[in-house]
């Protein structure tokens, strides 16, 4: 059984940081592809970002220089570092782990930055 726990999320003062972690079981990590999105009330959830199997990460504008995405295959876990956040990177955060087409997400984590 698949299993994608994220866990980090919290309050936290404009400018300040957090970091995000993504566990996943049942799979073979280091075959997947790892994501992470958000979902702000009354938003369409939208990518912050990915890493490939080898490594490689992509942003979108919104959070590039902010953000960062690792992962540690050894510990199956994913991990999302964030900095200088802002009100705006107010949402839920989620998980998401893939390979071909097949995908798992997490329940998802508060983010709330306060102003």
């Known amino acids: 059984q698949v299993q994608v726990v994220e866990s980090g999320g919290g309050l936290v003062q404009a400018g300040g940081s957090l970091r995000l972690s993504c566990a996943a079981s049942g799979v073979t990590f280091s075959t997947y592809a790892m994501g992470w999105y958000r979902q702000a009330p009354g938003k369409e959830r939208e990518l912050v970002a990915l890493?490939?199997?080898?490594?490689?990460?992509t942003y979108p504008d919104s959070v590039k220089g902010r953000f960062t995405i690792s992962r540690d295959n050894a510990k199956n876990t994913q991990y999302l570092q964030m900095n200088s956040l802002k009100p705006e990177d107010t949402a839920v955060y989620y998980c998401?782990?893939?390979?071909?087409?097949?995908?798992?997400w997490g329940q998802g984590t508060q983010v709330t930055v306060s102003s």
């Open positions: 890493i490939s199997i080898s490594g490689t990460a």
């Open positions: 998401k782990i893939m390979r071909g087409g097949l995908f798992y």
